[in-house]
């Protein structure tokens, strides 16, 4: 088996304001190429801290304390900040969540999607136009000139997520994070979202993490699911095993909550008071274990 | 129908002052094109749509918190679409609201007991400020939330203590009517279950009549009896959530149910729907 694209391994961190407190919990992933990998789980499970430890943006009142994240055979969290910054914008690439704020107001579309192909690239001017103007109609938008003249606020909030999934495409990246990339949108927009990204994905052989509280997203994006809570990863597998045969009893009562039109008796099941005093007691003995090592 | 609590008819609702310094008469845009919509007693009706389509104008026109530009609302047999301020407010008891954020729609500088307290008071449902803080002491019990949240304040409170207190402070009151509007979406699935649980049970002990706001259908179906589904202002059509679901009659809601990701492995579900890209690439 060839190696991952991304490995990450034993990660853990700490909140420095609050009693240094665990974020998470030795969390291992690994997302081999060309593959959509999934990061799950609800708020406070930690999947947005992995993204930005990722991405080298940890907030300042959290610290890393033991792990490594190995990016094509080099430890991300212990390269030079300027290293750092060469591999995240060639080869890792952003979808962020909120496509109303994640773009500058003040720039035109244009000069926004074509900063990283003049800087990274070394295009032209107008070369980096061609480019981008290329990259608008593989995101499938209409008519691309009108869009790369418009500023981000004449633009809808799905077509704005698109200019970011063809911002985030543009250097060809080995490996893109989409971090909550529909949960801004309406459904009909969302599968059209997904289905770009995972089209986009496909064709260039790109690992995706994509980070989501919904399982239904990611059971319709992902090859493998990471289940995570309060920074601790509870199960791992094949979306399709994950999903059809959840082996913690903590995927199993996320399935149970979660709402489906098609059987209305389901989303209505509250995580079952054994479940949450399990869920504790396994966090709480990883706690004491590893206090215990040390 | 006899049993009708609310019933709204062609009601039209268009934002922005006509004819002001900045604007042409005749510009302010339409929300709502004449629409129906009937809820019957502690019946349970789903509102759903899309971002634009006029949901919540809807269920703000319904309160009579905006004025419709024509139609009606009747409340219980008598027409309340030009009731001044003074003569709604015996109707404010017996239709609530339940808002969206309740950390917005909860005063940060009052304590959780001061929100729960006041309203009862002010609509006579109990002599003394004791009388009151029993009712109040009641109702926190049956939300699943403790005595002593009296003493919080909202920003003490996770987001799903602070809806509890939201449902709280909106049935207490003993209303007929309640309007949610999008109460669950900000919430992890595990809350959100307790939060529809709470207010399915709720509905069925008070015989509440409640009007849901939201753009989750999967959520609209756990917890109503019947769906209107809305589009630009239109209602694209309505009926019970069995035959809707099951059934779907117009190509709009077939489409926002197919486009609802179940968690299921499904290969073909990216590809499937072309009208897709057709209805939403504005």
Same mark, same amino acid.
Not at chain 1, 248 to 261: C, E, F, I, S, V
Not at chain 2, 69 to 75: C, D, I, L, P, Q
Not at chain 2, 123 to 134: M, P, Q
Not at chain 2, 223 to 239: L, T, Y
């Given at each position: #088996? +060839?190696?991952?694209?991304?490995?990450?391994?034993? *990660? %853990? @961190?700490?909140?420095? !304001?609050?009693?240094?407190?665990?974020? $998470?919990?030795?969390?291992?992933?690994?997302?081999?190429?060309?593959?959509?990998?999934?990061?799950?789980?609800?708020?406070?499970?930690?999947?947005?801290?992995?993204?930005?430890?990722?991405?080298?943006?940890?907030?300042?009142?959290?610290?890393?304390?033991?792990?490594?994240?190995?990016?094509?055979?080099?430890?991300?969290?212990?390269?030079?900040?300027?290293?750092?910054?060469?591999?995240?914008?060639?080869?890792?690439?952003?979808?962020?969540?909120?496509?109303?704020?994640?773009?500058?107001?003040?720039?035109?579309?244009?000069?926004? #999607? +074509?900063?990283?192909?003049?800087?990274?690239?070394? *295009? %032209? @001017?107008?070369?980096? !136009?061609?480019?981008?103007?290329?990259? $608008?109609?593989?995101?499938?938008?209409?008519?691309?000139?009108?869009?790369?003249?418009?500023?981000?606020?004449?633009?809808?909030?799905?077509?704005?997520?698109?200019?970011?999934?063809?911002?985030?495409?543009?250097?060809?990246?080995?490996?893109?994070?989409?971090?909550?990339?529909?949960?801004?949108?309406?459904?009909?927009?969302?599968?059209?979202?997904?289905?770009?990204?995972?089209?986009?994905?496909?064709?260039?052989?790109?690992?995706?993490?994509?980070?989501?509280?919904?399982?239904?997203?990611?059971?319709?994006?992902?090859?493998?699911? +990471?289940?995570?809570?309060?920074?601790?990863?509870?199960?791992?597998?094949?979306?399709?095993?994950?999903?059809?045969?959840?082996?913690?009893?903590?995927?199993?009562?996320?399935?149970?909550?979660?709402?489906?039109?098609?059987?209305?008796?389901?989303?209505?099941?509250?995580?079952?008071?054994?479940?949450?005093?399990?869920?504790?007691?396994?966090?709480?003995?990883?706690?004491?274990?590893?206090?215990?090592?040390? | 129908?006899?049993?009708?609590?609310?019933?709204?008819?062609?009601?039209?609702?268009?934002?922005?002052?006509?004819?002001?310094?900045?604007?042409?008469?005749?510009?302010?845009?339409?929300?709502?094109?004449?629409?129906?919509?009937?809820?019957?007693?502690?019946?349970?009706?789903?509102?759903?749509?899309?971002?634009?389509?006029?949901?919540?104008?809807?269920?703000?026109?319904?309160?009579?918190?905006?004025?419709?530009?024509?139609?009606?609302?009747?409340?219980?047999?008598?027409?309340?679409?030009?009731?001044?301020?003074?003569?709604?407010?015996?109707?404010?008891?017996?239709?609530?609201?339940?808002?969206?954020?309740?950390?917005?729609?909860?005063?940060?500088?009052?304590?959780?007991?001061?929100?729960?307290?006041?309203?009862?008071?002010?609509?006579?449902?109990?002599?003394?400020?004791?009388?009151?803080?029993?009712?109040?002491?009641?109702?926190?019990?049956?939300?699943?939330?403790?005595?002593?949240?009296?003493?919080?304040?909202?920003?003490?409170?996770?987001?799903?203590?602070?809806?509890?207190?939201?449902?709280?402070?909106?049935?207490?009151?003993?209303?007929?009517?309640?309007?949610?509007?999008?109460?669950?979406?900000?919430?992890?699935?595990?809350?959100?279950?307790?939060?529809?649980?709470?207010?399915?049970?709720?509905?069925?002990?008070?015989?509440?009549?409640?009007?849901?706001?939201?753009?989750?259908?999967?959520?609209?179906?756990?917890?109503?009896?019947?769906?209107?589904?809305?589009?630009?202002?239109?209602?694209?059509?309505?009926?019970?959530?069995?035959?809707?679901?099951?059934?779907?009659?117009?190509?709009?809601?077939?489409?926002?149910?197919?486009?609802?990701?179940?968690?299921?492995?499904?290969?073909?579900?990216?590809?499937?729907?072309?009208?897709?890209?057709?209805?939403?690439?504005?």
């Amino acid at each position: #088996m +060839t190696a991952p694209r991304l490995a990450i391994e034993a *990660l %853990s @961190a700490i909140s420095l !304001r609050d009693g240094n407190r665990p974020i $998470l919990r030795r969390v291992s992933l690994a997302v081999a190429t060309g593959e959509v990998h999934g990061l799950v789980g609800e708020s406070g499970a930690g999947k947005s801290t992995i993204a930005k430890a990722i991405l080298g943006i940890i907030p300042s009142q959290l610290k890393v304390t033991d792990g490594r994240i190995v990016f094509e055979g080099r430890d991300l969290l212990s390269l030079l900040p300027k290293d750092l910054r060469a591999v995240l914008g060639r080869d890792i690439a952003l979808v962020p969540q909120d496509p109303s704020t994640a773009l500058n107001p003040s720039r035109r579309i244009d000069a926004q #999607m +074509t900063d990283g192909l003049r800087l990274k690239r070394g *295009l %032209s @001017a107008k070369q980096a !136009r061609l480019r981008a103007h290329a990259l $608008l109609e593989e995101v499938q938008i209409r008519d691309p000139k009108r869009v790369l003249d418009s500023y981000p606020h004449q633009l809808s909030g799905g077509m704005r997520q698109r200019v970011l999934i063809a911002a985030a495409f543009a250097l060809e990246p080995k490996l893109v994070i989409a971090d909550e990339p529909t949960t801004a949108l309406d459904v009909t927009v969302q599968k059209q979202i997904l289905r770009l990204i995972r089209s986009l994905q496909e064709r260039h052989g790109t690992s995706v993490l994509f980070v989501s509280h919904d399982l239904g997203v990611v059971a319709k994006i992902c090859d493998r699911l +990471t289940v995570l809570y309060m920074g601790k990863v509870m199960e791992q597998g094949s979306t399709a095993d994950v999903l059809a045969a959840p082996r913690h009893p903590y995927t199993k009562a996320l399935l149970a909550a979660n709402p489906r039109y098609d059987r209305p008796d389901t989303g209505l099941e509250p995580t079952p008071p054994e479940v949450i005093a399990a869920l504790r007691a396994e966090i709480a003995a990883f706690d004491a274990g590893v206090a215990g090592s040390r | 129908m006899a049993d009708d609590l609310l019933l709204a008819r062609g009601l039209v609702v268009a934002y922005g002052r006509p004819g002001s310094l900045f604007t042409r008469r005749g510009d302010s845009p339409v929300v709502l094109h004449g629409v129906d919509i009937r809820v019957g007693k502690s019946e349970t009706v789903g509102i759903v749509g899309e971002s634009g389509s006029g949901k919540t104008t809807l269920g703000r026109a319904l309160l009579g918190l905006i004025k419709p530009a024509a139609g009606s609302v009747v409340f219980d047999g008598s027409d309340i679409t030009a009731l001044d301020e003074r003569a709604r407010r015996p109707l404010r008891r017996r239709m609530q609201m339940i808002f969206q954020d309740p950390m917005s729609s909860l005063n940060p500088r009052h304590t959780i007991g001061r929100i729960l307290i006041e309203p009862i008071l002010l609509h006579g449902l109990a002599k003394s400020h004791a009388a009151a803080l029993a009712l109040v002491h009641g109702i926190l019990d049956r939300v699943g939330l403790s005595r002593g949240t009296v003493d919080f304040y909202s920003y003490e409170l996770s987001g799903g203590q602070r809806q509890r207190v939201g449902i709280a402070r909106a049935v207490v009151l003993r209303p007929d009517f309640v309007l949610a509007d999008e109460i669950v979406s900000g919430l992890d699935v595990s809350t959100q279950a307790q939060v529809l649980r709470l207010l399915k049970e709720l509905t069925g002990e008070m015989h509440l009549a409640l009007a849901f706001i939201s753009h989750d259908l999967s959520v609209v179906r756990s917890i109503c009896q019947r769906v209107v589904v809305m589009r630009e202002g239109r209602v694209v059509e309505e009926g019970p959530c069995e035959r809707i679901f099951a059934a779907p009659a117009a190509a709009y809601t077939r489409m926002l149910i197919d486009a609802i990701p179940l968690p299921t492995t499904d290969p073909g579900w990216l590809s499937r729907g072309a009208s897709v890209e057709v209805a939403a690439s504005a």
